[in-house]
DNA sequence: TACATATGCAACTATTTGGTTGCATAATAC
DNA sequence: GTATTATGCAACCAAATAGTTGCATATGTA
């Protein structure tokens, strides 16, 4: 469980997940397009991923396809969250903006939804 | 959202977050004990939980009593979970063994549910 | 007041981590 | 067979991180 919460704490492994999400079977090369680092830097990125199973891989032929695993990402959430808080939360949009705004951080300007990083 | 994803990536945080989720409103010196830091770095850890919102603070007098916030984890599970599939996955513990069973992992012996660190 | 309790801040260190370059291996195309 | 494409492995480096020690501040209590 350890190896799925390292792996999330990059942006550039949770970007190769948004991407997988998106479209599943994107082969090293696919995936490199548009990211700011070598080839290498995505291999050893997407090897942490399937280390943490939340990423499944297939091989065919010399390419190798890679498919997101939402499973440990639904155990996270469970971990924390219990049955009936998650049945608040599903429909709750303004208990989150309430924590927001009661929040004492410095720039409290910036909204929640903007900029998944 | 970065905040989020970093606090987690620590097996001390993660043990925070599961006794505030035990039981919410413990102090500083409270959390500290049983765990093998000191309290300046039990501290610190606490610090990164606040400034990803995982943690919400009271003062009250000189205590600082900490509070679990599932919010940030309840939007993790969103991102990369559809909602069809959420409901597919909220019953398939089956899903899950199987995934289990067909990875190429090293030591296949250690099931799911054992010792979330 | 004096003392104990509860927390915060700053400097320093060892380890981890993200990224690179260079070379090796395997499958397809000509 | 030769060239090209797709991926993997190892060594190396700079930056981030977890942890420490020491000192400062603020709130209760005798």
Redesign the pocket.
């Known amino acids: 469980m350890d190896d799925v919460f390292?792996a999330l704490?990059?942006p550039?492994?949770r970007e190769l997940l948004d991407r997988l999400h998106d479209q599943g079977g994107q082969?090293?090369?696919?995936l490199?397009s548009g990211l700011?680092?070598?080839?290498?830097?995505v291999?050893?990125?997407?090897?942490?991923l399937e280390q943490a199973h939340l990423v499944v891989?297939l091989w065919?032929?010399?390419?190798?396809?890679h498919y997101l695993n939402p499973v440990p990402i639904y155990e996270i959430a469970t971990r924390w969250i219990n049955k009936f808080e998650r049945g608040r939360l599903d429909g709750l949009q303004s208990l989150k903006n309430d924590l927001e705004d009661c929040s004492d951080d410095s720039d409290s300007t910036k909204s929640t939804n903007s900029s998944l990083t």
Chains 1, 2 share one sequence.
């Open positions: 390292k704490a990059d550039t492994r082969t090293l090369n696919q490199c700011d680092v070598t080839r290498q830097g291999s050893k990125h997407l090897l942490q891989t065919r032929g010399r390419e190798k396809r």
